[in-house]
Structure formats: structure tokens, C-alpha cells
């Protein structure tokens, strides 16, 4: 398995933070232990040390001689006290002491001195010279407002020691033996959870631009695997509509620039076989500048696309004037008509001047693509019309035209790329079939609408509807 795989990591930073988590906590368990028992240790040698003092004072007006103890020890004994227990005068000389000390005395030190002048407890540990550490209590007996005695009790920590012992080595079993046991069931859950992945994995590694039509299988559960499968899923139906539109375009592509080479090539030929004449060779070379300029839009309009689609060229965005651009495609859509013999009107049902944000050569190219085809496919006499109208938040422009129309069964198609109603017909008319392609991806790049309507022999109206606003800062980096 590779360090860096998932499993390994999960199973890693898992047991990594069950580790940190049982050592904080055993150490402040531990902490709180041992305070807990200090705590009651000191809370016990505190009642000791009351006791005896009142005892002390009850029995004796004087304090008892040094080598008299023995009442002191039958009422320790009497309560079944183990502790150590030293009584000193105020001169902090010994008066008594506890048969348990063993000629090991319960030392007065500095600290303990300082409080006893403020009429304060003193709480300590201390190291006994037979090797075991001693919590003791030094209390002060107070009377008639000066030190009288001292009471010392001390309480040996070696139980208290053992049981913290024991506790910090069944911890250091406990702990590894735990993070063991979570690291083998951490890494056996996440090689089951992460399972799905390598069956995806497995399969996505299958599919090729061969295969595209194949999907991963689906769980019944929607969980986030499932999820991700639905987003590959989905994924793969995009990759394969780009791999079906990418070969179209190819073919297309190749289609639409073989035809002029083949011209240019079989002229070429029957110039150099059979022309004598200059007439001849400037007849030819005439028709071959024809074909050369028919690439010449095909390739252009390529770049137009391919240029668009590959670097995400953004829109120039800026406010203008809608109304006095339709009227300069209006003059230029006269120019057009006259060769043709076709009528072109403007009709603006406006009653201001109509304003957008929006990319003026792209809305230029757009509507001369319409205006132009209009123009192309009405015959001598007919009349293409311009029209603009407004809601609260778009402008509508339609292009309509009495031409010659297009069947029902093409409308869905004419905005395909290279797609043609009538191929003759449009070849020879210099048509590529990529206009209205990009009149398309102008008008989704404005976040607008194009729709066309069109009866056979009668002619076709081409509507777009275009936001005032412009499109969103966001949406300025357009794909066709």
C-alpha cells in the first residue's frame, strides 16, 4: 500500500489523535487523582491535628514533660491513628512525639516558620531520611493571642505513590494496547468505506474515447460515494456529447475547406492543360480568388469560434446606444439589398433612445449576420424589415424577411455549427453554415435569447432578446 494513499493517512491521523486524546486524558485523570487524594490526605491530617490539639489542651494546663507521651499515644491509638504526630513548644523545641517516628523527627522548616508568626496552617511535602516522601500539616495552637504549642501531623505518601504507580502502568498497557486495536479497526473501516472508490477507480480507468457510453454503477444508498458516482456519471454524458460535437466539427471542418481545394485543383489543372489564351487564365484565376475568399470566411469564422471556446475571450463591456446601431445596420442592409433588388426597412416602436450594456462588435456581427442572411435568401422585390421594441428589462430585435423560409424539421438545427438547409444552395451562395453559430454564442454570452420562426415560401422572423443590464460580471468568461 503506498504511504500516501488515503487508507494509510485516515488510519495514521486517526490513531495519531486517539493517542493524543487517551494521553491528555490520562494525564489529567492522573492530576485529578492525585489532587483528589492529597486533597483528602490533607483534609484528614487537618482533623488529626484539631483533635489532638484540643486534647492536648483539655488534659493539660502545662505542656507535658518530653519522656511523658504516654497519654498522647493511648489517644492516638484509641481513634486507630497511624499517622506521625509531633508536638513542639513555642520555642519549637519537641515536647512529644509519636512512638511512629522512630527517632525521625517532622522538620520545622522556613516557610512553615513564617506562617506559624501570621497564625496560619502550613501545608508541605516533605523527603523523610528512610526514603519515602511525607505530607505534612504544621498547626499552630493560639492562646490568649500569643503561640502556645505546635501541632505537626504527617501522613506517609508511599500507599498514595503506589496507587498512582499502578494506575500510570496500567495506562502506559492500556494506551498502546488501545491505539493498536483502534489503528486495526480503523484500517480495516476505512480499506471498507474507501472500497467503492477503488471499484470506481477501477472502472473509470476502463473508459476510453472508445467506450464513452458506459457508465459507473449506482448504489441504492445516497450517500457521498453515491453522489460522486452520479457526478462521473454525468461527467462521462458531457465528455461524450464533446467527443460526438469535437469529430462533427472536425468532418465538417475538413468537408466545408475540401470542397473550394478540390475547385482550386481541378482549375488549376485544366489551366495549365488546356488554357491559352490570357481571357482563359483570368476566367480561372477569377474563380479561383472566389474559392480562396470562400476559405478565407470559413477559416475566419473557425478562429472566431475556436479562439472564443480555447482562451475564454471576454466581452468588452460598455454602454451603447442600440437605437443608432440598428440604424447603421439599416444603411448597411440598404447596401446589401440593392445588388438583390430587396426592400430593407427599420421600424422602431420606441419612443426614447433604447440603451444596453453590452459588447458593440459582437452585437454588430450578430445582427449583420442576420440582416445579411436575410437579405441572401429573399428573392428580387421581397422585404426584409428591422425591427425594436422594449419590455421593463430587454430589448427585442427581430429580423423578418419574405423569403424563402425554412421547414419545420431544420428549426432546431440552424443554429448547429456548418448545419445547412440547403447545402447546394449555400455553397455556391458563399454560405459556411457558422453564422448563425455565432450569432448564437453572441446572444448566450449577452445572457439573452434567439429564437426563429419561419413558414415555408412565405419567410422566416429571427427574434433576439437581449437584458438592458448586460450579463453578470461572472458570466463574462463565455464558451460556444
Known sequence: MPLRSIRLRLTFWSALTLTAIMAV????????????????????????AVDVAAYHHTEHIEPIPTDDCQRLEGFLRSHNWGEFVQILNERGSISCASSNLEGFHLPLSKEALQHLGNGEATYETIDSN???????????????????????VGQDLS????????????????????????SLGGWFLAGRALAPVDRITRAVQK???????Q?????????????????FNSMLSRLKEQFHKMKQFSGDASHELRTPLTILRGETEV???????????????????????????????????AKNEELKRNLELQELSLSDLLQELYLSGNILGEKNEVSVRLNLEVETEVTLRG?????????????????????????????????????????????????????????????????????????????????KWV???????????????????FTVSLPLAGPAEQNRDVFI
Open 25 to 48: 486524558s490520562g494525564l489529567a485523570w492522573h492530576f485529578t487523582l492525585s489532587s483528589s487524594s492529597l486533597k483528602h490526605i490533607d483534609d484528614r491530617l487537618e482533623l488529626i
Open 443 to 461: 446572444v448566450d454570452a449577452h445572457e439573452g435569447t434567439i429564437h426563429v420562426a419561419s413558414i415555408p415560401d412565405e419567410g422566416s422572423t
Open 215 to 231: 457508465r459507473l454503477p449506482l448504489s441504492k444508498s445516497s450517500d457521498e460515494i453515491s453522489r460522486l458516482t452520479e457526478t
Open 159 to 182: 500507599p498514595m505513590e503506589k496507587t498512582l504507580s499502578a494506575v500510570r502502568l496500567k495506562q502506559a498497557l492500556f494506551i498502546p494496547a488501545a491505539v493498536i486495536l483502534f
Open 359 to 439: 459588447d458593440e462588435l459582437r452585437l454588430r456581427q450578430l445582427f449583420l449576420n442576420l440582416i445579411s442572411n436575410a437579405v441572401k435568401y429573399t428573392s428580387s422585390g421581397g422585404t426584409v424589415t428591422i425591427g425594436l421594441t422594449c419590455t421593463d428589462d430587454a430589448a427585442v430585435i427581430t429580423v423578418t424577411d419574405t423569403g424563402v423560409g425554412i421547414a419545420p424539421e431544420h428549426l432546431a438545427l440552424i443554429f448547429d455549427r456548418f448545419y445547412r438547409v440547403d447545402k447546394a444552395r449555400n455553397r455556391n451562395d458563399g454560405g459556411s453554415g457558422l453564422g448563425l453559430a455565432i450569432a
Open 130 to 152: 528512610q526514603g519515602f516522601a511525607v505530607r505534612l500539616l504544621t498547626l499552630p495552637v493560639i492562646k490568649g493571642g500569643h503561640l502556645f504549642d505546635i501541632i505537626q
Open 207 to 213: 473508459i476510453n474515447a472508445e467506450n464513452l457510453d
Open 271 to 305: 489551366a495549365l492543360r488546356w488554357a491559352k489564351e490570357p481571357d482563359e487564365f483570368r476566367e480561372i484565376l477569377r474563380s479561383n480568388m472566389e474559392e480562396i475568399d470562400r476559405m478565407e470566411r470559413i477559416i475566419e469564422n473557425l478562429l472566431t469560434l
